[in-house]
Structures are given as structure tokens and as C-alpha cells.
């Protein structure tokens, strides 16, 4: 497995990030302060994906493996448009976070650039088939590698991160729990264009109320720019 440089959990490195790759400046990332409603009425509007940080727990690790092992017994069926990759990369969470936010969100304009020859030479792979090539795409490498050295804190490539990035989008009004550390995408029921801030931030909470002594989460949110 390659060791990429962990991405801060910084609106302006991650905003800046999304451009590199091609996303036009009407969309931003920008912090989600907090998940009650009153509070995500501040988060500019309309929202496409909302990403949540968090650390990998044993409880959290514990509650992965039994869903792991649910999903794989239950089936499921997922739309074949549903844009879905594995992380065989250490530390590319925060990368494949942004690419699960913006391949699943057709109206993000998406010029020319590093993520458009990804998303297409990609296009027709299994999910594991684009883990791997993540791995050798030198432009997106060199793009994270670069972003991850302007965060506040110089990061250690070979640090061990207990940290990790995933996606919530809406695809087809379901709520999709994106993580390349699992096997599959996972389901969290029915939303909508207006009720997808509110259903991401209930799952948010989920992952709160499993780790109640853990202080260590960060919610952002794939938004429309305010000017």
C-alpha cells in the first residue's frame, strides 16, 4: 500500500483542492458548526455532499466489521451510476472523500483537468479496479501531495493517522454513506434535495452517539460559494 501526506480537515486547503481538480468556483467546501437545526441553517445552500472526520475507535472499528458482515448476508442494490471506490492508498481518505462528493453531484461543472481523466478512464471499473488506480494516477497524487503541505500542521506521510474521511450524498433520494475503507456503499434511507442536510447530519449523530467520550469529529459540507 502507498502512504500518501493526510489531508487537514481545512474548508480553505479542501476548497482550494476541489478547484485544482476542476470544480468551478460556485462550490465551496465549508465547515458545518454544528448538526442541530438551527445551526445548519447557516450552511449555505444548496448542499451536494457533507464529509465527515472522525477516528477510527475499536468501537467504531467493532460496529464496521458486524455492518461489514450484514451488508455482505443481506445484499443490497445500488444504482449503477452510484460513482463508488475502495481506498488502498493510506492516508487518500480526504482525496477519495472529495472525488465520492463530486462524481455523485452531476450538476458540479467539472472542467477539464486531473478528476475529469479520472472519473473517465474510471468510469466503467469495479470499485476495486479504481482503488488501485488511484494509486498509480501520478496528477492526483501530486495534486493531494501538494494541497496536504499547505494545512496549518506539517504532517508526517508515515504517522500513524487515526483519523478518517467519508462522503454522505444523495443519489436518487437515498442517503449514501460513501467510505473506500469499506466493501460497500451503505444505505441510510429515503432523503431529498431539501431534507439531505438534515438526514446526512442525523448519521453524523450516529457516529457521535457510538464514541459519546470521543470530542474529535469534523463535519464539512460540499456547498454552494455565498458570493
Known sequence: MSV?????SNPEVLTKYIHTFGVVKEWIITDVMGLEPQMLEWVPKPV???????????TYEKHREEEQKRLA???????KDL?????FTHNACGTIAL???IANNKDIVLGDGILKDFLEMSKDMTPEERGKALETDKAVRESHQALAKEGQTVADPNEEVYHHFIAFVNKNDTLYEL??????PVKHGATS???FLQDAARVCKE????????LRFTVLALSAATN
Open 73 to 79: 448476508e443481506e445484499g443490497q442494490t445500488l444504482p
Open 99 to 101: 472525488i465520492h462528493s
Open 193 to 195: 434535495d431539501e431534507s
Open 48 to 58: 451536494k455532499s457533507i464529509i465527515l472526520l472522525f477516528p477510527c475507535s475499536e
Open 4 to 8: 500518501w501526506t493526510p489531508l487537514e
Open 179 to 184: 467510505d473506500g475503507r469499506k466493501m460497500f
Open 83 to 87: 460513482f463508488y471506490m475502495r481506498q
Open 207 to 214: 457516529f457521535m452517539a457510538r464514541d459519546p467520550q470521543e
